[in-house]
């Protein structure tokens, strides 16, 4: 599960095997126990385990402002 960037303790992660058709552009995000998963276009979130909602707007907003950098390491991950 390659780690794309940490932030404010979180690690921001795509898992190598996606499923077959590959889902769209997403990020996962992990910390203590309680997940998150973001789609990137348009950034929303796709679900999420034991986060608040201060949390998740934090998250959403870190997952916004890196966008082009998550985009950039799926492309090159998954080609």
Not at 41 to 63: G, H, K, M, W
Request: proline letters at 5%; one cysteine or more; hydrophobic letters at 40%.
């Amino acid at each position: 599960m390659p780690v794309v960037f940490r932030q404010s303790g979180y690690r921001f992660f795509f898992y190598s095997n996606e499923g077959d058709p590959r889902e769209p552009m997403h990020i996962h995000v992990l910390k203590d126990g309680c997940t998150a998963k973001f789609w990137l276009e348009p950034v929303s979130l796709a679900q999420s385990a034991r986060l608040d909602a201060r949390a998740l707007r934090e998250l959403e907003q870190i997952v916004q402002d890196r966008a082009d950098d998550i985009g950039r390491a799926w492309r090159e991950h998954f080609g």
